[in-house]
């Protein structure tokens, strides 16, 4: 025992740690900049950037690395590149590491929900704020532990360093048995030096899973290092510190019409019909085509949705519902056509030409069109007051305390006060897409897109969504476009039913008549077969 410690302390084998740890260090900070670069490369949208990076990939995994070191020490100087044994160790290490730490971090950001990104962008997040506070922080909880295992992995590879440099651990331990005899007490010796390097690394990999976990509060100082971390909430008088971005589009509009509250008064609802088409023009869409591949989506369709009127798009799945909601908000590119929103075209700068991805980004936020979409698609790594909040501080330059007033306004609102610090996970399916709505709703949009919000939830879920978005038809002023199935619903809420078929308007007109008297054969089977009221005909 006492020759075992006398190892344990020897200056020869600590060295030896020195260098490993040096050897270690090295490869892994170079093996993150290399795979940061390649998985970059890989994500990217150019084919050649990608090519190379596979190409790479290809050629640092299939090699062992003994012979990247060999030839990052042996051969590098025949092109005038001479480095030190722990520099070349390094180098070639980080240059094994890279592709492996870059498939990690490309699984990590694939991981992501796309739902997520998609909502991010119709928030109107800039690809940066997007990584930063979408994607970063859900793909790094979850590659915690596969960089945790390659560290450890890496540590054990620096032995092979022994075949360029004398100061490697293992070769000095080699070396001192040979010399002494004594194998097992120094190899035993030199393992636990291994065991502790490799301890220190799962102790590491436990803190930073534990400060990441969401069901804990962070606190401290580590804190403040967390790309989601919100500032603390200072106590700001009413109104204090409210963006201008965020009030820019509060602009006088026209007096909303307000919806009926007898809803089978037809009297009143034709009456309403007949003021909102007086109303300026709010969404105008013209000549739209979508395709994917051989598919036509949407074949030259149009579509003029006047202030404060509530559209219902009905159709069969596939006939382009939800494309044209996603290419009002130019979350799909169409393949021609143009869409206006207050008069000015989203996606497109003065001269016609395309806005890059950050300048889009900006004209959606500014455009003011919020987005409901199918599957709640809420930031599940954010509470429920943070998902509303976290929008308007990061896209609209919203002071806290105001994000944090509006979010839990909001929240009330849709009956959810009590629930405003609960993840995602721990909500219902009616929940999470009632946290959603408010999240659209939150920086005060002109228009509100629905993309089938009910057709994701359990048949008793579907009242309470249902319910407030009724609520919000009542209040009136609100520019709602809502794609659905739900036909009573769609008689209930909505001013004018227009349904679709192969990417085209078949019928349109006020809500009740088409959904009792249907003119177009097609419209007549989808209700039938939709279960419409049994006093549906076709109108002669």
């Given at each position: ?428 399916g009616g929940q999470q897409q009632r946290v959603a709505i408010a999240r659209a709703l939150a920086p005060n949009p002109r228009v509100l897109l629905l993309d089938e919000p009910t057709s994701a939830l359990d048949p008793e879920l579907v009242g309470e969504v249902l319910d407030v ?42 809500a009740h008549e088409v959904l009792t008297r249907p003119r177009h054969p097609l419209t007549a089977r989808f209700l039938s077969v939709m279960g419409a009221d049994d006093r549906v005909e076709v109108a002669s």
């Open positions: 025992m006492n020759l075992f410690l006398h190892y344990l302390g020897l200056p020869y084998l600590l060295s030896g740690i020195g260098f490993t740890i040096a050897v270690t260090a090295l490869g892994l900070a170079g093996g993150l900049i290399v795979g940061l670069v390649l998985a970059s490369m890989q994500l990217s949208k150019v084919g050649p950037l990608a090519a190379i990076a596979r190409g790479y990939t290809v050629i640092f995994r299939g090699t062992p690395l003994i012979l990247q070191l060999v030839f990052a020490y042996d051969a590098l100087p025949h092109i005038g590149l001479k480095l030190s044994a722990l520099g070349a160790a390094g180098l070639a290490l980080a240059a094994n590491e890279g592709p492996f730490i870059a498939e990690i971090l490309r699984a990590g950001v694939l991981g992501v929900d796309r739902g997520q990104v998609l909502a991010g962008q119709a928030l109107g997040m800039t690809p940066i704020v997007l990584l930063r506070r979408v994607i970063a922080p859900q793909a790094i909880r979850t590659m915690i532990p596969a960089l945790g295992n390659e560290s450890v992995t890496a540590l054990k590879n620096s032995s092979l360093a022994s075949v360029i440099a004398v100061d490697e651990l293992t070769l000095r331990s080699t070396q001192l048995a040979s010399s002494t005899f004594d194998f097992f007490s120094i190899f035993f010796a030199s393992g636990l030096m291994y065991l502790v390097l490799t301890g220190a690394i799962t102790a590491i990999q436990l803190f930073a899973e534990t400060a990441l976990d969401l069901d804990r509060k962070p606190s401290g100082r580590f804190s403040r290092l967390l790309p989601w971390r919100r500032a603390p909430i200072a106590a700001n008088p009413p109104g204090a510190g409210t963006s201008p971005r965020a009030d820019a589009r509060l602009e006088p509009t026209p007096s909303p019409v307000p919806m009926p509250k007898a809803r089978d008064v037809h009297a009143e609802r034709a009456q309403r019909y007949a003021t909102l088409q007086k109303e300026s023009a709010t969404v105008q869409v013209k000549g739209l085509s979508k395709r994917y591949g051989e598919q036509t989506v949407l074949d030259g369709f149009d579509l003029t949705v006047r202030f404060g009127e509530v559209i219902a798009l009905l159709g069969p799945s596939g006939s382009g519902k939800s494309t044209l909601l996603r290419c009002i908000n130019h979350l799909e590119q169409s393949d021609s056509g143009e869409i206006r929103i207050a008069g000015k075209r989203l996606g497109f700068r003065v001269d016609g030409r395309p806005m890059t991805q950050g300048d889009l980004a900006n004209e959606r936020a500014s455009a003011g069109v919020g987005m409901v979409f199918q599957h709640f698609n809420l930031f599940s790594h954010l509470t429920a007051c943070e998902n509303i909040a976290g929008p308007l501080r990061w896209v609209h330059g919203m002071a806290p305390a105001d994000a944090e007033r509006r979010a839990r306004e909001l929240l009330e609102r849709v009956g959810l006060s009590h629930r405003a610090d609960a993840l995602p996970r721990h909500l219902s978005i009724q609520r919000l038809v009542d209040e009136g002023g609100l520019t709602m476009i809502i794609s659905t199935h739900q036909l009573r619903f769609a008689d209930q809420v909505a001013d004018r039913v227009v349904f679709m078929s192969g990417g085209a308007v078949v019928e349109q007109g006020p």
